[in-house]
């Protein structure tokens, strides 16, 4: 029985290491909770917009944006309200009660702080190019000037918008002037 117990451990030892590229190489390929293997989903914009699903907002689809922003109409009012272009978070709105998901640190008490509002991530580009007065509502007319409004997210000037130009949190929240 000794024996055994010795076998089984050397076993693991020898074997176990080997076993680790193939379970990470495994986990890389688990779909995600997105279409990219473990990339979230586009917000709701961007996935209206882009129509082909390719990642990537055309010149196209810049061109059709208004017609495919209605489509994010729910209540057919004309205008877009947070309720239906900004996707719901999977535990409430700002995460589960107390801030806190599995594993992460506690948060601080906020309640003498920040506004909820204050707790959401920052808005993508995107959104911001749309609501140009920053009222969290687009307009009807702010949807019937969103091809000029995408435009100015246009920073390589391809004609065309990449996801990164649209979402990305890490750039400014709108390019200085006008394009």
Known sequence: MKRMKKM???????????SLPAAAQDAA????????GG??????IFAVLDADHNSVISTEEIAQAPAALQKLDKNGD????????IPPRPDGPFGP????????PPKQDLSSGPADDDRRPPKPPIDLALDADRDDVISAGEIAQAPVALQKLD??????????????A?????PSGDH
Not at 97 to 104: K, L, V, W
């Open 97 to 104: 009660p107390g801030g806190n998901r599995a594993g992460a």
């Open 78 to 85: 004309g205008r877009l309200t947070p309720d239906e272009y």
């Open 39 to 44: 990339s979230p989903p586009s917000p709701p």
């Open 170 to 174: 890490g750039r400014p929240r709108m």
């Open 29 to 36: 390929n688990l779909p995600g909770p997105g279409t990219g």
């Open 155 to 168: 920073l390589d000037g391809d004609g065309q918008l990449s996801a990164g130009e649209c979402l990305s």
């Open 8 to 18: 089984i451990i050397i076993g693991a030892l020898l074997f176990g290491p080997l």
